[in-house]
C-alpha cells in the first residue's frame, strides 16, 4: 500500500471508519504483523498510528466500457481500498475511469472494494477534446483525440486538414483560462475555443 492511497479504518475523534490517507508505513515482515504506520483521517484531519492485518485482495465484479462494446471483468484491490466515481486506475497497462459504483442493490459516490457488489468503468487512454474554431460570426466544432494527460495552453497551435487555429482561452468545469502559456490536462477540459489563424491565400 503506497504512501498517498485512501484506505477505511476507524477514527476515534470520528468515533467511526472514515477514509484516512497513509502518510507512511510499511506491511510487516509476517503476513500476521499486518500493515503498520501513520495515516490521516480525510474528514477530521487527525493523525494517528494504524495497525490492522492485511486481508487479502478481493476481486471486484466490474464492466469495462470501450465506446459500443462492455466487457464483464474481474479487478483485485486491497479490501479496505476506497474506490470512488471519477477516479482513474491503471489496470493491465490501460488507463481506467470509474464511472459508477453499485453497493447493495444502489448507485454510491464511493465505497470500499469489498463492499462493492459491481463496478463500472471505461477506458480511459484518450479524450476527445472539443474545440470550437471561431471564424467571425460562425462557430464549428472539431474534435482533437489525446491522451488524459496531454497539455493544451492558451496559444497553442492546433492543425484541422490544413487550416492552423490558435487556442484563445480554455474552458475547464470549473473556469476558463484566458491566460498564455497555463498548461490545462485534455482530461480537464469542457472545450477549447480557437481563432483562425489568417493566412495570404493565393
Ligand atoms: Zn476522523
Redesign the pocket.
Known amino acids: 500500500m503506497p504512501e498517498g492511497t485512501v484506505i477505511f479504518t476507524l477514527?476515534?475523534?470520528?468515533g467511526e471508519e472514515?477514509p484516512h490517507r497513509i502518510l507512511k508505513g510499511r506491511i510487516g515482515a509476517t503476513p500476521e504483523s499486518g500493515f503498520d504506520g501513520t495515516v490521516q483521517?480525510i474528514?477530521?484531519?487527525?493523525i494517528h498510528h494504524a495497525n490492522f492485518p492485511v486481508e487479502r485482495p478481493v476481486k471486484v465484479n466490474s464492466v469495462i466500457s470501450n465506446k459500443e462494446v462492455s466487457e464483464k471483468k474481474l479487478i483485485e484491490f486491497g479490501p479496505i481500498e476506497e474506490v470512488m466515481v471519477g477516479e482513474e486506475l491503471f489496470w493491465e497497462s490501460h488507463n481506467l475511469l470509474v464511472t459508477a459504483i453499485e453497493q447493495k442493490g444502489r448507485r454510491v459516490r464511493k465505497a470500499k472494494a469489498s463492499d462493492i457488489d459491481c463496478l463500472w468503468l471505461k477506458y480511459f487512454d484518450s479524450v476527445l477534446v472539443k474545440v470550437a474554431v471561431v471564424r467571425g460570426s460562425n462557430t464549428r466544432s472539431e474534435r482533437v483525440e489525446a491522451t488524459p494527460d496531454e497539455e493544451f495552453a492558451v496559444g497553442d497551435i492546433l492543425e484541422f486538414g490544413r487550416e492552423k487555429v490558435v487556442i484563445d482561452k480554455i474552458k475547464t468545469e470549473y473556469r476558463m483560462v484566458h491566460r498564455d502559456g497555463v498548461p490545462v490536462e485534455a482530461r480537464d477540459i469542457k472545450r477549447v475555443y480557437a481563432k483562425i489563424i489568417n493566412e495570404r491565400r493565393y
Open positions: 477514527c476515534d475523534k470520528c472514515t483521517c474528514s477530521c484531519k487527525s
